[in-house]
């Protein structure tokens, strides 16, 4: 039962992670229909902004997680007006490459000021609690719980206010949400902003357990991709629980078959549920 329930808390910190990439990903999707591979890249630019004002100015890890938050947004904002939102009457295929583009575009700008080395985050959250034996790493418990207090935040933002219905409505009908009056620049604008900041946020929150390099983020929006094909492109729910499922499917897979076919699992979980569900397990779009 104890090595059952450290599995199932290993599965809740990935499936935090996950769900948080997945979301900002999906978020976007709504937006420009169009897969947008640059959010690896953002994630790892998150983390290496966290690393610097770490490292080089001194700041300690919540400060640094807000700069990196606030330079990512902007940096994804950056993005959509100079690539994205010129390409707006474009095939979806025009997006795609531009993406990919701008990938390269900052995972080599990353490895010319940082180098190709990989680099230790240090966390002041690096106890271990114990309890009824179940050893339970501090930053793990801080994932867990922040990873799921900004998703109830933003199911928080975009139900209960104005802003997040018009970014609800900017998914599900861009022209008609701009014939009733809805500027739809400036929800794109916001849409990838937040879509920074829960990238920067989930980078931070797992660099400490993990590594800081530039090429970190291909793994990660791989199986984001997987987890918002799976829960349902474009829906936020989905997304989420996509991120759970696979996030638990690698823990308790790595934990009983092998840690070498961990990473396997989530396409080979993806394959499966699509060949019962080929749309999704959520397929109505953003709600």
């Known amino acids: 039962m104890e090595l059952i329930l ?14 948080l990439v997945a979301l900002g990903l999906t978020l976007v999707y709504g937006i420009l229909h169009v897969p947008n591979f640059a959010h690896g890249a953002f994630y790892m630019a998150g983390a290496f902004v966290a690393f ?13 997680m807000a700069g990196a938050a606030v330079a990512v947004a902007l940096l994804a904002v950056i993005a959509d007006r100079l690539v994205f939102h010129p390409l707006r009457n474009s095939p979806g295929l025009h997006h795609m490459i531009a993406a990919i ?12 000021i940082w180098g ?33 207090a900004l998703m109830v935040l933003l199911h928080l933002f975009l139900h209960k ?4 219905a018009t970014i609800i409505a900017m998914a599900q009908n861009r022209d008609g949400a701009a ?18 900041v829960l990238a920067a946020v989930a980078a931070t929150l ?12 291909h793994l990660v929006i791989t199986k984001a991709f997987v987890i918002i094909v799976l829960g349902g492109m474009g829906s936020v729910g989905g997304a989420i629980v996509g991120g759970l499922i696979i996030g638990f499917a690698e823990a308790f897979g790595g934990f009983y078959l092998s840690t070498d076919y961990k990473d396997i699992i989530a396409f080979a979980l993806l394959v499966v549920i699509l060949s019962v569900r080929p749309q999704g397990l959520f397929s109505k779009g953003v709600r």
Do not use: C, K
């Not at 599995?7 to 996950?18: E, I, K, S, W």
């Not at 797992?206 to 983020?217: D, F, R, S």
């Open 6 to 19: 450290q599995q199932f808390l290993n599965g809740l910190t990935l499936g935090g992670v996950y769900s």
């Open 52 to 64: 610097s004002l770490m490292s080089s100015l001194g700041l300690n890890y919540w400060l640094a």
């Open 101 to 112: 583009g701008i990938l390269l575009f900052l995972e080599s700008s990353a490895q010319a």
């Open 116 to 148: 190709a080395d990989f680099h230790r985050m240090q966390t002041p959250y690096s106890g271990i609690l114990e309890f009824a034996g179940l050893i339970m790493p501090q930053q793990r418990l801080l994932i867990v719980v922040a990873a799921f």
């Open 161 to 164: 206010t104005t802003t997040g």
């Open 179 to 196: 014939l009733v009056g809805i500027d739809a620049n400036r929800v794109a604008m916001l849409t990838f902003a937040i879509s920074g």
């Open 206 to 217: 797992y660099a400490p357990i993990n590594l800081v390099y530039p090429a970190m983020g």
